[in-house]
């Protein structure tokens, strides 16, 4: 899987930061994770959101609480770095990036699809927390019925392509819609369109949202 | 004097190289800490927060020959590590990362280029201490506290912009070379 060069729909800062400081559900990680896979303007965006969180980490006027270690936690540390099991990450050889890879075990051929209508098909991911995460299948020319869906939703094409009211939208772009958004998706006559998409489910997760929706820092 | 970010890089080095236990130990007594202190002010108590940074000091041990001084600082390096851990032990999550594209470079660094990055931390490390307080607490939550904290939404002026051009640049050298 190597980078996309044509990437027009990116992440926002308030995701990338989001995900950088840890504080997403799983389904919305998997989706950064993979387009950061495919596009090295997000990905450079994400490595400066953690230097921020190692400048945090680094600041005395922030840390003013340092936390003494235990007794003998040098010692307990040294014996653990032996015991530790180094898990390499395994090459991948898949049609979709390797975070992705990893939750449909290989390829897209590999995913237990479930039809939804139109000859539109789904698989949806396991992951924890609030958030779902799910595979779509749209044949050349089909458009996804009008859906609606609470709070937010994130649709990353992973190989053809669709159109909607906001634009098109190939491989390796982002469609970021919430329950304002009125679209539908129609896949390009040219080929198939697989998507990884997520929604959030929760009330929870909704009540997150200001907060990422308000970004601080911008670069 | 505190120690400079090139002795961490060093010691990352002595013990990627030498397997330098002192080299270890200094990083522990610098780091080992405010990673704990990181960890508790999340909510996690204070027996699994030793545990949890236990883990992340001794990962940085075991993959030392991953960390890359022209992509991150060896403080960001150690904020990823935990972020990570904290995730998967306290949160019992999966944590996707991306792709890997050669962070672990098979040669030895550009010194310029981890010069040029160390640069922009100092830079960026000064930023933040020039804060007012209460954007300064604002960010600290955002990255360090639990879900439920107010809204934030001031600008802050941070100098991210010129990390994030560094980064860019060093990830097209990266494909260049592979290219």
Known sequence: ?219 | MEPDQQHWIDCIRRIRDDKDQSAFIDLFRHFAPRVKAFLMRGGTDAALAEETTQEVMATLWNKAHLFDPTRASVATWIFTIARNRKIDAIRKQRRPEPEDIGWGPEAEPDQEDVLSLQQDTARLNEAIKSLPDKQRVLIEHAYFGDLSHSEIAEKTGLPLGTIKSRIRLALERLRHSMA
């Not at chain 1, 559900?25 to 490595?47: F, G, K, N, V």
């Not at chain 1, 936390?67 to 003998?72: E, F, N, P, Q, T």
């Not at chain 1, 949806?124 to 869906?149: D, F, K, M, N, Y």
């Not at chain 1, 709070?151 to 190939?170: I, N, S």
Request: negative net charge; charged residues 20%; aromatic residues 4%.
């Open chain 1, 1 to 219: 899987m190597t980078k996309m060069t044509n990437i027009n729909h990116h992440l926002t800062d308030e995701l990338i930061m989001g995900y950088s400081a840890g504080k997403l559900p799983e389904a919305i990680d998997l989706l950064i994770a993979t387009h950061i896979s495919m596009c090295d303007d997000c990905r450079a965006a994400m490595e400066s959101y953690d230097a921020l969180g190692g400048a945090l980490l680094e600041d005395d006027t922030l840390i003013t609480d340092i936390a003494d270690m235990d007794d003998g936690s040098l010692a307990a540390t040294l014996a653990l770095i032996g015991e530790q099991k180094v898990t390499a990450a395994k090459p991948v050889i898949s049609d979709v990036p390797a975070p992705l890879a990893g939750y449909i075990g290989g390829s897209l051929s590999d995913v237990r699809w479930r039809p939804v209508g139109m000859g539109v098909r789904q698989a949806i991911l396991q992951t924890e927390g609030e958030a779902v995460a799910r595979l779509l299948h749209i044949p050349a020319g089909v458009a996804i019925p009008h859906h609606s869906h609470g709070g937010l939703e994130l649709t990353l094409v992973l190989k053809g392509a669709f159109t909607d009211e906001d634009g098109h939208f190939g491989p390796g772009d982002v469609e970021i819609a919430d329950e304002n958004t009125d679209h539908t998706p129609v896949a390009d006559l040219s080929e198939d369109c697989y998507c990884l998409a997520v929604t959030d489910a929760s009330l929870k997760f909704k009540s997150l949202l200001p907060k990422l929706i308000q970004p601080f820092v911008r670069i």
